[in-house]
Structures are given as structure tokens and as C-alpha cells.
């Protein structure tokens, strides 16, 4: 379910490829999945996302017109 969603959300903003880096990479991907996974106890852990676009962005400034 979070998997499908996630990906409508992409399809959405014209996102091609997202991905999940770093140190918590494999618990990012078994959430998305709808598996157990460990919850970190570190509140600063944070998750690493990167996306390719189908399109370039607009820059902050042509979005603004």
C-alpha cells in the first residue's frame, strides 16, 4: 500500500526515479514495503532521498509567476 502510494505521489511531480540512501536505506525500503523493520532510537537519524525528475524544475523564481 505505502509502495503504491509513494509511487502515485512520484508520478504525480513527474519524478522518474526515486531512491533511499544511507544508513537507513534498508529500513526506508522496508517501510515502503509494509515490513517490520527496526525503528532507530536516534532521534537525529534522519532518511536519504534522491529523485530524478522527468523534467527540470521550474527554479524557485519561475515558479513564483
Do not use: H
Not at 526515486?18 to 536505506?25: K, T
Amino acid at each position: 500500500m505505502r509502495k503504491e502510494r509513494f509511487g502515485r505521489i512520484c508520478k504525480n511531480y513527474g519524478i522518474l526515479e526515486a531512491y533511499i540512501f544511507g544508513s537507513m536505506a534498508e529500513e526506508g525500503a522496508a517501510f515502503l514495503e509494509g515490513k517490520e523493520y527496526e525503528k532507530t532510537k536516534d532521534p537525529l537519524a534522519d532518511m536519504d532521498l534522491g529523485v530524478v525528475f522527468l523534467e527540470r524544475p521550474l527554479s524557485p523564481q519561475e515558479f513564483d509567476k
